[in-house]
């Protein structure tokens, strides 16, 4: 069974201009058995996160791999999500 990790990671901006609201920059983390299924738990963590927040999710998902581990894969994806 893959297991997740979840990790929210909150840098507070104020938006400006016409976008009127709080932003911050979320995280997540994700684990697999290969680059794929972690990238695939990380996002699905991040949007679940997101949506549990009120938030919605604004411009593109960022993610990174670390593959050193010999039997599994962590991901973290980012995203910038505005209340």
């Given at each position: 069974?893959?297991?997740?990790?979840?990790?929210?990671?909150?840098?507070?901006?104020?938006?400006?201009?016409?976008?009127?609201?709080?932003?911050?920059?979320?995280?997540?983390?994700?684990?697999?058995?290969?680059?794929?299924?972690?990238?695939?738990?990380?996002t699905k963590a991040?949007?679940?996160?997101?949506?549990?927040?009120?938030?919605?999710?604004?411009?593109?998902?960022?993610?990174?791999?670390?593959g050193t581990a010999?039997?599994?894969?962590?991901?973290?994806?980012?995203?910038r999500s505005c209340?």
């Open positions: 069974m893959i297991r997740f990790a979840l990790v929210t990671l909150a840098a507070a901006t104020l938006a400006s201009g016409a976008q009127a609201g709080h932003c911050a920059m979320s995280k997540a983390s994700g684990l697999g058995v290969s680059k794929e299924i972690a990238t695939a738990m990380s991040l949007s679940e996160m997101i949506a549990k927040n009120g938030e919605k999710g604004k411009g593109k998902i960022t993610t990174t791999c670390d010999i039997v599994s894969t962590t991901c973290t994806s980012s995203q209340k």
